[in-house]
């Protein structure tokens, strides 16, 4: 929230201790994003859009997500990242808090 640029390759990734159904919405973000849900596994659900400032939360379809990926809106498609790829690097959920 509050913030008001993200640099070309810049991103927030957010971790979950477990598995779970989330939601994100753009209350203060003054920013249109994009969100990846990811799996523990590194999978990509699903890729969703955000519109800055929309208090309206964008539910995950699944309840298996442990990593959710923020990134400038149309990153991943611009990159030709789908649903179903994957995303190595990630940080163990153990270490959320």
């Given at each position: ?5 993200l ?17 994100f ?7 249109p ?7 523990g ?7 969703h ?10 539910l ?8 959710a ?5 149309n ?17 163990s959920?153990s270490?959320?808090?």
């Amino acid at each position: 929230m509050k913030r008001n640029k993200l640099g070309n390759n810049e991103g927030m990734l957010f971790v979950f201790p477990h598995s779970q159904q989330v939601s994100f919405w753009m209350k203060d973000t003054q920013l249109p994003l994009s969100i990846a849900y990811i799996s523990g596994s590194g999978r990509i659900l699903e890729i969703h859009d955000l519109e800055p400032l929309n208090e309206h939360g964008v539910l995950s379809c699944s309840s298996t997500v442990v990593y959710a990926l923020e990134v400038a809106k149309n990153w991943f498609a611009e990159h030709g990242i789908l649903a179903g790829d994957s995303v190595n690097g990630l940080p163990s959920s153990s270490s959320a808090q």
